[in-house]
């Protein structure tokens, strides 16, 4: 079966990103097991804070579009957010709002979130590991139409989760991560 192309959307700008270095890690995995992968940072398709006024007087900006077109050019998304006080990032939030505001001709509402399986990840220093962070984005992407695969995975502890070489260290992770990476090229393949 064809090697599914994979999208992956850290959800931090910062450096030292305890999120950025499992996206990081999930590309390894994904290439280990001959996925094709796609990893961005959204620090190179920033975006406006969503305002109506603004979309009906310029339209939706560029890079959401591109960003949409990304995702349609792939067969499976992962996005690693972080969590900010109980949920995600305004970054996050902010970015799929955009996404779902570009409507292509001949296409159904949602259909890009419909077409293609995600996956989704948090990193927090924290015992629960961004779990909240994860309920939260679960429950928009899939007001979006999209299906999110039952695997995710919440990274604990995540300030010592990392070697020298920013892999992860602990076999437990490793191991949650391997399985989230062979859900989604799974469920991509199936949905192919
Ligand atoms: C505004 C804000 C709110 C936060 N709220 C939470 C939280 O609710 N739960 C949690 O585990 N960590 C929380 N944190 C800590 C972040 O998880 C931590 O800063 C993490 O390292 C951010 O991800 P990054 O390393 O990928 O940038 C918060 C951090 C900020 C800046």
């Known amino acids: 079966m064809a090697a599914p192309k994979i ?9 030292g ?26 620090s190179d398709f920033p975006l406006p804070i969503y305002d109506g006024d603004l979309q009906a007087r310029s339209g939706v900006p560029i890079n959401a579009i591109n960003l949409k077109r990304m995702i349609g050019a792939h067969q499976g998304v992962l996005i690693v957010t972080p969590e900010y006080n109980s949920s995600i990032p305004a970054l ?7 996404i779902t505001r570009v409507q292509d001709p001949h296409e159904a509402r949602g ?4 077409e293609k399986p995600f996956a989704i990840a948090a ?10 962070a994860l309920a939260a ?15 995710q995975l919440a990274l604990s502890f995540a300030d010592d ?25 799974e469920v991509s393949q199936r949905m192919m």
């Open 123 to 132: 990193a927090s220093a924290s015992r629960l590991g961004g779990t909240r």
């Open 17 to 42: 990103s305890h999120n950025a270095k499992l996206a990081m890690a999930a590309a390894d995995e994904f290439v280990r097991v001959d996925a094709e992968v796609t990893r961005i940072s959204l």
């Open 137 to 151: 984005l679960r429950l928009i992407l899939t007001a979006c139409h999209a299906t999110v695969i039952p695997n």
């Open 7 to 15: 999208l992956i959307i850290p959800g931090s700008l910062r450096s």
């Open 111 to 114: 259909q890009v979130f419909r």
């Open 161 to 185: 989760a990392y070697d020298d070489m920013d892999r992860l260290k602990n076999q437990a992770d490793i191991d949650a991560l391997k399985s989230l990476v062979r859900q989604l090229i």
């Open 92 to 98: 996050v939030k902010n970015t799929i709002d955009w």
